[in-house]
């Protein structure tokens, strides 16, 4: 750990100072035009604000709510289409065509017809949150059982065990690696479909002030909001590298 | 223990790999396959094992499938199962608890050597205790048939030599019934009571049954001194030559093995 703290990350967070530093001062002495990018000190300022009053809750209480409901629900039915198809080749021949077409499409393009179909309120972001998950889990999953080892299979079937055992000792587990591995860029996708969504049309939520920042021509603000997206986005990836890390122990012990 | 009769085998609509095979195995004896690569020796033994379904004849198991073990040429485990989940795995298959299944894979893993080891994951082993582990996951089934497909083929020759005779005294110790393929003739000679030629495929047919005139149990570095090995070696060696010699005449020299002589 000291060695981390003396090594790249103490030449890192050395760079980090400089780079602010210099913008803030550039900014101040009026080499750069504040309206298009205003200093650090004023960006941090607009957040603690926001955090003092509590402004900016009910909007982060909106896209945390989209995104994560996007994220379970679209990674619950990920696994099961995904699961249902590899065991269906039937169903599996219709299902795969539309996926690949989804998946290849940019997928925030569905925004308008969400809105139109289930209004601006939070079911049309977690729509365009979950649409954005589900393909992608699907495919995890899909792909993941058609890659299925099959030599554990045949371990396992040797061993004595049935059919439900092949699914709670290589299936599950299988798949479990595959959602695991792709899970932070799930989380990425899930906070995309609801800042989208509402940056498309919206009463609450951080794309909703995104929206409003950049119709006011408000710099700071915009730094602000996109400063604090990253930063929660942030946040769910290490809880999602730790779930990972938790539950594929066995591959990084 | 085991009697095969008239099998064929066939992946798909293909030519048979193998075709009319005949084969007995009695209680207690130790039998080989050898022969040529892509004769479907280990289709045949995927055959016994029922992974394989015969295109035509019969393989009959005078043993419950439960008692069948069956030892694959990699070690694949579960990567996300611990060693002792792994050895535990049959055992909980035939019905016990989980804790019970654990306890026995316990005793099992410190009997090939593995005291300790119970937790670690799979890629946390060495390939040769991985093959270890595969080993106790046969044993603690308690077979009386064991099946083994070049169970030893990727482990370098010491990892090698003393798995070989740890397992062999294991056979003997447990009178097991074995059926081995490998490609290591003098690795069938020194384990087999019988060894069994497989000719060419497609299309395989058995060339020829060879008695080990050993007593068992053999010690695996004396038994190879035996004149009676050496000259076994030898007429192996000339009969499966016959077999591979057609596919290495375009190419020179088969660079096999030389049986020491």
Redesign the interface.
Known sequence: MTRLLTGVYLRRTIALVIFLGGWELLSRNGYIDPFYLPPPSAIWGWVQGQFATGAIFPHMQATFGAALIGLALGIIAGIMLGFTAALMPYLAELLEPVMAMLNAIPRVILAPLFIIWLGIDLSSKVALSFILVVVLTFFAVYNGIKDVDYRLVERVRTLGGGPLVLIREVYVPSVVAWVMGNLKVAVGFAFTGAVVGEFVASARGLGYLLSYAQSTYNATMTMALIFLIMVFVMILFTLAGLLERHLLRWKYA | MLTIEQLSLAFGRNEPVLEDVDLTLEPGRFMSLIGPSGCGKSTLLRAV?G?QRPSSGRVHLNVE??HV??L?Q?D??????SARDNVA??LR??GRSKRAARAIADEWLAAVGLDGFGDR????LSGGQRKRVAIA?CLA?QPRLLLMDEPFASLDAIVRHYLTSDLLNWVERERLTVLMVTHDLEEAIALSDQVVLLGNGPRAHIKGRFDVPLERPRDLVQVRTDPRFTALAQQLWRALSEEVAPLASGIGRPALKVVNE
Not at chain 2, 121 to 124: A, G, M
């Open positions: 094992t992974l499938r439960k073990a069956f694959f990699d694949a485990l579960l990567p996300w199962r795995l049959g298959n035939q994951w799979p890629r946390q996951q089934l």
